[in-house]
């Protein structure tokens, strides 16, 4: 009568080749979306320095006026 249990030894199934690059493509993605709201992020806070340091230095006209386009 053969034994139909697996053996605790034979070799582990591959894996598909799809699931390395689903990994892959998920990190790129978080590492775009990270670097867009850490510029988007220093964009403001650079933004917002600048219309401190107007105001810090007794200024009343700081807001920014945008051109005519």
Excluded: F
Excluded at 6 to 27: E, H, L, T, V, Y
């Amino acid at each position: 009568m053969p034994d139909t249990q697996p053996n605790s030894q034979s070799k582990p199934q591959p894996r598909p080749p799809g699931d390395n690059r689903r990994g892959a493509i998920a990190g790129l993605i978080i590492a775009v979306v990270i670097l867009g709201v850490g510029l988007w992020l220093a964009r403001d806070l650079t933004a917002a320095s600048k219309m401190q340091d107007c105001l810090m230095s007794g200024r009343t006209n700081c807001n920014v006026i945008e051109p005519a386009r």
